[in-house]
């Protein structure tokens, strides 16, 4: 295994076309000025029957966590916004929905194998409940796997994580 850096734009300056079993996007498509063009890259990267992970922030979670918040205005801005930002403090250029994210990936030519949902609870769990005592770590754990599959738990997520192969 070899882990090389590099930028989307300049990728297949690094890797070879075809030349990757496996690419890691995760926290990339965030922050890319076009979604697609990188997309296109990673996709090009990968030799047939290689795998992508791409890992992204959810919008619905970027929604629920400004109303538990108590940043209601914020929240229907996320909601609403084309990029799920949610106002000009935003840390993140950009989120997605599942949909999105599903339909970027399979727009590269990949084909989607699986989604998850990540940190369906960690973040919104008071760190005090879980990080003094190991076995409600491990319950929380428990909880976050026994969830990542299902769809309205995944939908709330604070990431989502698309498996993908090139065919």
């Known amino acids: 295994m070899r882990a090389l850096p590099g930028d989307t734009g300049d990728l297949l300056d690094v890797v070879p076309a075809a030349g990757a079993d496996l690419v890691l996007c995760h926290g990339v498509l965030e922050h890319v000025d ?7 890259a990673l996709a090009h ?3 047939s029957g290689g795998t992508i992970s791409v890992l992204a922030a959810n919008r619905n979670a970027a ?4 109303a538990v918040a ?3 205005a914020q929240a229907r801005h996320a909601l609403d916004d084309p ?3 949610w106002g000009p403090g935003d840390p993140l250029p950009r989120r997605f929905t599942e949909e999105e994210l599903v339909a970027v990936v399979a727009d590269a030519g ?10 369906g609870f960690t973040d919104l769990v008071p760190g005090a409940l879980a990080d003094g005592d190991p076995a409600a770590a491990e319950a929380l754990l428990d909880l976050e796997m026994a969830t990542a ?3 309205g738990f995944r939908a709330l997520a604070t990431q989502l994580h698309v498996l993908a192969d090139k065919p």
């Open 149 to 151: 599959d299902l769809a």
């Open 110 to 119: 990949l084909s989607v194998r699986t989604v998850h949902g990540v940190r």
């Open 34 to 40: 076009a979604v697609e063009p990188a997309t296109h």
């Open 70 to 72: 108590g940043h209601f």
């Open 63 to 66: 929604v629920l966590a400004r």
């Open 83 to 85: 990029a799920g930002r």
């Open 45 to 47: 990267a990968l030799r």
